[in-house]
């Protein structure tokens, strides 16, 4: 089992930044990668970034592109700048621990374990 728990979340106005991080425990040498997704009111479930984690190559969401950057070290972590207000959501960090594609890294049913959500809202 893998633990997962986010932090940083909050309130921000447009164009401001915020840094996400999420925490691992538990079995995390099962680990092949970590991603974040947000889910906003009334909508499903999308992805925003991964990153694999043995050489730390990285996947983006066309709509955050330039603007977020997924890194990790021991904790991953989602730096968002430029926010936009259809950026607020929950966001959702998560644990892949089976081999897989690196283009899969954008589907969440590939991954095993998800935090609890923290939540990030932006106003306009």
């Known amino acids: 089992q893998v633990q997962l728990v986010e932090s940083g979340g909050g309130l921000v106005q447009a164009g401001g930044s915020l840094r996400l991080s999420c925490a691992a425990s538990?079995?995390?040498?099962?680990?092949?990668?970590m991603g974040w997704f947000r889910q906003a009111p009334g909508k499903e479930r999308e992805f925003v970034a991964a990153?694999?984690?043995?050489?730390r190559s990285t996947l983006y969401a066309d709509s955050v592109k330039g603007r977020f950057t997924i890194s990790r070290d021991s904790t991953v972590y989602l730096q968002m700048n430029n926010l936009k207000p259809e950026d607020t959501a929950i966001y959702y960090c998560?644990?892949?621990?089976?081999?897989?594609?690196?283009?899969?890294?954008?589907?969440?049913?590939?991954?095993?374990?998800w935090g609890q959500g923290t939540q990030v809202t932006v106003s306009s």
């Open positions: 998560a644990a892949k621990s089976a081999w897989g594609a690196f283009s899969s890294l954008g589907m969440s049913r590939e991954y095993n374990y």
């Open positions: 538990g079995r995390t040498f099962t680990t092949y990668a």
């Open positions: 990153i694999w984690w043995s050489d």
